[in-house]
């Protein structure tokens, strides 16, 4: 891993299973407090509602065939 990762601000994976996933540790070290960054944060939240809608967009259409 780059050493850059160990004085972010905040880190995060994505992926299309798990969504966005904050990094609070990389090889038992911790990522700035411990804790989810803001930007972090903002984007689970906003993917979340993203995934919300596409599933009662889906539903609808699903019942309406």
Do not use: Q
């Not at 004085?7 to 407090?33: H, K, Q, W």
């Amino acid at each position: 891993l780059p050493e850059e990762i160990f004085s972010a601000d905040e880190c995060f994976l994505t992926d299309t299973s798990m969504g966005i996933m904050p990094v609070i540790y990389c090889d038992g070290i911790r990522i700035n407090d411990g804790h989810p960054g803001k930007i972090t944060r903002f984007l689970m939240k906003d993917y979340k509602k993203l995934i919300e809608k596409k599933i009662k967009e889906n539903r609808r259409e699903i019942e309406s065939e």
